[in-house]
């Protein structure tokens, strides 16, 4: 079965300082991997995923994360934290070995300090 | 091109009762798929439909059901509410299993 975990549940940083969300994954499968972001009172927006292509994957709004198979990681990062920034995150995970659901982790609330 | 229209947005119900749930998968998209969120939790799976079948279910009992139209839009439908059940729920749709879901804002249940 496949699952993800976010071993932070807050993260604070400063505006302007780099950004480090941490995901591990677990999965009997070539696993695709994603990064969502949800604003308050809205739906989640797809930040990027990667799908056995390169394994540093480029999002929107500055993003990146890199696909360590030998740690078994999917780490966020962006390199200067900005006030809109600020937002809950969620790493996920989904193979095309059944229904190709994707199953989510508890998230990380991001806040940025002025 | 429109995106993933859910409705309503928020209601409240009370032990017992029934709701059901609608969505309007973006243009294009034949899979929907239902996700229930708790306060400061991440969404879980409720089940995914593809072309009108259900394609996958998550460890959700049977009183949480679906349907998906031949526009491809779907309900969703909770009998016999439990407090519980308090949640945002979460409509997404996708081409396919690309995995790439597109999300709406949900709709908030607030079960008293």
């Known amino acids: 079965a496949q699952s993800v975990t976010q071993l932070d549940s807050h993260v604070s940083v400063s505006e302007g300082t780099p950004v480090l969300l941490r995901c591990n994954y677990s999965s009997s499968y070539s696993p695709s991997l994603f990064w969502y972001v949800q604003h308050p009172n809205k739906g989640l927006q797809l930040l990027l995923k990667y799908t056995s292509a390169a394994t540093l994957v480029k999002g929107i709004n500055g993003f990146e994360a890199e696909f360590k198979k030998s740690e078994t990681s999917f780490h966020l990062t962006k390199p200067s934290a900005h006030m809109s920034d600020a937002a809950e995150y969620f790493c996920?995970?989904?193979?095309?070995?059944?229904?190709?659901?994707?199953?989510f982790g508890s998230g990380t609330r991001l806040s940025i300090r002025p | 091109e429109t995106g993933v229209t859910q409705s309503p947005t928020h209601l409240i119900k009370t032990r017992g009762q029934q709701v059901t749930l609608r969505c309007s998968s973006q243009?294009?998209?034949?899979?929907v798929s239902w996700y229930q969120q708790a306060l400061g939790q991440g969404p879980q799976f409720i089940f995914q439909?593809?072309?009108?079948?259900?394609?996958g279910r998550g460890n959700f009992p049977p009183r949480f059901s679906g349907l998906q139209f031949p526009n491809y839009s779907s309900e969703l439908n909770v009998n016999a509410l439990e407090l519980d059940d308090s949640a945002l729920y979460l409509c997404a749709s996708s081409v396919g299993g690309t995995g790439e879901l597109f999300f709406g804002e949900g709709s908030r249940l607030t079960v008293l």
């Open positions: 243009s294009g998209h034949n899979t």
């Open positions: 439909y593809y072309r009108e079948e259900e394609n």
């Open positions: 996920a995970v989904s193979s095309f070995s059944s229904a190709s659901k994707i199953i």
